[in-house]
């Protein structure tokens, strides 16, 4: 994963404000899942869930949760926000 500087700075500025007992967190939009997949082990009650339109970005997102062993607290969809109904009570 090699993120823009400013995905960078949202990371690290997320890392440092969110609280460490944060139990959800979503990625909508989640490309190749760099900015969820980079904040998952800095909360580690955490689970993710991580949502893209791009069925190619969806499978990035998976081969990367599972190349850093995070493909267990990460839950990864393809399709559209809106069409989520369960989108509700994220911390993060």
Same mark, same amino acid.
Do not use: Y
């Given at each position: $994963?090699?993120?823009? /500087?400013?995905? *960078? =700075?949202?990371?690290?500025?997320?890392? @440092?404000? !969110?609280?460490?007992?944060? %139990?959800?967190?979503?990625?909508?939009?989640?490309?190749?899942?760099?900015?969820?997949?980079?904040? $998952?082990?800095?909360? /580690?009650?955490? *689970? =993710?869930?991580?949502?893209?339109?791009? @069925?190619? !970005?969806?499978?990035?997102? %998976?081969?990367?949760?599972?190349?850093?062993?995070?493909?267990?607290?990460?839950?990864?969809?393809?399709?559209?926000?809106?069409?989520?109904?369960? =989108?509700?009570?994220?911390?993060?």
């Amino acid at each position: $994963l090699i993120p823009r /500087p400013e995905t *960078e =700075l949202v990371v690290e500025l997320a890392t @440092q404000r !969110a609280p460490k007992d944060i %139990r959800k967190m979503a990625d909508f939009g989640c490309g190749t899942g760099c900015i969820g997949l980079s904040l $998952l082990p800095n909360f /580690p009650q955490a *689970e =993710l869930l991580s949502i893209d339109q791009s @069925q190619i !970005a969806v499978q990035l997102t %998976r081969a990367n949760a599972e190349n850093l062993k995070l493909l267990s607290r990460t839950q990864i969809r393809h399709g559209s926000v809106i069409e989520q109904s369960d =989108l509700q009570d994220f911390d993060l």
